[in-house]
């Protein structure tokens, strides 16, 4: 029964009707268990509840929490094959997680005057085809995974701290307000043709996107940690707003239409340049204004021209191997090979750059491959492939360490 988990002052108030929860039920032990409707009826109460419910599995069916307009704990349903639909005429506010988890039955979400969930985790939840949440304002960490959801333009928020999105095969379109990502964007493996628009976006620390079909971030500005494209199937991209990452790598492994890769205003890499395996990628003229790479630059691919016009500084590796022939681009890139290799130091670490290797887009490893990358290790398998199906968690943005870490060691050695 529910009343034993409710604290005394509670259980005194009684009867009130459920149009007009006046109460704060303060729950005993933080944790209140509902096993029946019949268990959450007995909230109705309960304008605040303080403390988190948890829905069990004996739930089934109608599952309905009217009353609580803000639950400060947990709202969890989890591994519940029995449950259909979740609603709540009165719920405005979880102050703490929003867990569905293998509620695999699940048809619809109703939650009509919900704003406000900190965390939203939805995993393995049927297929809800019916979504009734449409005035969510405020949620800090998004994951929602396998799931068979047709789109989730109910997460339309304009600051986000992280969001997962990955395994959901209907979801094929997402173009949310969100104006800065303060965490890590990962979307993988989602529907087929996924074409993803952040028109609002206009800084993120950490993005790694694969995947996707179309994609576009027209207004990004700057990019605190790393950006990373692996495996997409867009035929161009670009930046046209970034000026700079301010810490981390920019990489695109493996995306086999890519023809076109623009990054007009970009000046400044915090960390290394990695472009391999985009095999139609055959000119690397998109970055006209790049002046300072922190990092290494790496570079494989059907190539036969690279240009950066304006580079200045690369503290790291200037390593490019190309299936074509790039002889004119390796002899101007020469020029700012260091001293010890005849050219002015503008690169300060190993200078390598080959034409007519069929080998070339073999190598996709954040390592410079001169040896000097190698220190400092870790995180250098990010791209293996079997991260894809791993869910949210295993998808890191770090390859950066490597490329960031082959520049510093490479000045050491100078
Ligand atoms: C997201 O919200 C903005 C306004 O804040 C609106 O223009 C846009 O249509 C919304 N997107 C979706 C997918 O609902
Ligand atoms: C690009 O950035 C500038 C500021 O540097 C801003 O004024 C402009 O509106 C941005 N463009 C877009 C399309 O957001
Ligand atoms: C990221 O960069 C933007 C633009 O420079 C800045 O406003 C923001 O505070 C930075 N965020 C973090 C977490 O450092
Ligand atoms: C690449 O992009 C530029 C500018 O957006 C465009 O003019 C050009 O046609 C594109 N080239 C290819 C091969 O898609
Ligand atoms: C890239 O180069 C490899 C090795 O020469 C070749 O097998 C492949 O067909 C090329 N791909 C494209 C799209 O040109
Ligand atoms: C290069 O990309 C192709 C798909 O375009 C993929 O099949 C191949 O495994 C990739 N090679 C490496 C070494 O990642
Ligand atoms: C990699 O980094 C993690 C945390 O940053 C650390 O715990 C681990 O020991 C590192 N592994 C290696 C091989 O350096």
């Given amino acids: ?55 069990t599995k004996d739930v089934a069916g109608d599952f309905q929490l009217t009353g609580p307009q803000i639950i400060t704990g947990d709202l969890k349903i989890e591994n519940n094959p029995n449950i259909n639909n979740i609603g709540s005429e009165t719920l405005e ?23 406000s969930v900190s965390k939203l985790t939805w995993q393995s939840i049927g297929n809800p085809a019916d979504m009734g949440i449409t005035q969510l304002n405020k949620v800090d960490e998004v994951t929602i995974s396998d799931s068979h959801l047709r789109n989730i333009d109910a997460i339309n928020v304009t600051s986000i701290k992280s969001m997962n999105l990955d395994n959901n095969q209907f979801i094929t379109k997402y173009e949310p307000a969100i104006k800065q990502i303060t965490g890590d964007l990962n979307i993988h493996a989602n529907g087929l043709d996924m ?12 993005l790694a996107v694969s995947d996707v079909s179309k994609i576009s971030f027209p207004s990004l500005e700057v990019v ?51 472009i391999a395996n985009n095999t139609a990628l055959e000119e690397i003229s998109g970055f ?11 570079l494989r691919g059907n190539f036969t021209e690279v240009k950066f016009p304006k580079l200045q500084s690369v503290r790291g590796a200037f390593d490019l191997s190309s299936t074509n022939d790039v002889t004119d681009s390796c002899k101007a890139l020469e020029k700012m ?13 190993t200078f390598d750059c080959e034409s007519n ?31 894809k199906d791993s869910g949210a968690a295993g998808l890191s943005v770090n390859i950066g360490l490597f490329l960031a870490a082959a520049g510093v060691v490479a000045q050491l050695l100078l």
């Fill in 224 to 274: 605190n940690g790393s950006a990373r494209f692996d495996d997409n199937k867009f035929d161009s991209f670009s930046f046209p707003n970034l000026t700079q990452t301010k810490t981390g790598d920019i990489s695109f492994v493996g995306n086999e239409n890519m023809q076109n890769l623009t990054f007009p205003k970009l000046t400044q890499i915090g960390g290394g340049l990695l």
């Fill in 357 to 387: 290797n069929k080998e070339a887009n073999q190598d996709t490893s954040g390592k410079t491959g001169s040896g000097e990358g190698t220190k400092g290790g870790n995180g250098s398998d990010n791209k293996d492939s079997s991260n």
């Fill in 288 to 298: 006209p204004l790049l002046e300072t790479v922190v990092g290494a630059i790496k």
């Fill in 195 to 206: 074409e993803v628009n952040f028109p609002n976006l206009i800084w993120a620390m950490n």
């Fill in 337 to 349: 090979a260091p001293s010890k290799q005849g050219g002015n130091g503008k690169i300060e670490g």
């Fill in 93 to 115: 506010q979880i102050g703490g997680e929003f867990k569905l988890v293998k509620t695999t039955q699940l048809n619809s979400i109703n939650l009509p005057k919900l704003t």
């Fill in 1 to 55: 029964m529910l009343v034993k988990y409710l604290a005394p002052a509670v259980l005194a108030i009684g009867a009130a009707s459920a149009q007009s929860a006046t109460s704060t039920c303060t729950v005993s032990g933080g944790t209140t268990t509902v096993n029946s409707q019949a268990d959450a009826t007995g909230l109705a109460n309960c304008k605040t509840v303080k403390g988190s419910v948890v829905v």
